[in-house]
């Protein structure tokens, strides 16, 4: 019987993009000891987790390129968040 490996963290994808106008970038692990393995990070300080892949690829590359729609709602919001 081998021993198991003690590295649970694995590396599953880098996207590349940006939102509000900077750089960002999101790297995408998969990690044993979490609840949800599958997690996504960026370099903006956002993050989301998953209990499966699936999700994780299509979330972290909206993420970096975000559509017409998700701009203008970002703008939006920002916009109110001020104005108050």
């Known amino acids: 019987m081998k021993p198991q ?6 590396w599953v994808g880098t996207f590349h ?3 509000d106008g900077l750089p ?7 990690d044993d000891t979490r609840l949800e393995p599958y997690v996504w990070t960026c ?3 956002a993050s ?3 209990p499966t ?3 994780v690829f299509d979330t972290a590359w909206r ?6 729609f998700d701009r203008l709602r970002s ?3 920002r916009r109110f968040r001020t104005a108050r």
């Open 5 to 10: 490996s003690e590295k649970t963290v694995f």
């Open 17 to 19: 993009g940006s939102h």
């Open 24 to 30: 960002a970038k999101v790297t995408a692990t998969h």
């Open 43 to 45: 370099t903006c300080g």
């Open 48 to 50: 989301r987790s998953f």
């Open 53 to 55: 892949v699936h999700g």
């Open 63 to 68: 993420h970096t390129h975000p559509s017409r």
């Open 75 to 77: 703008w939006a919001t």
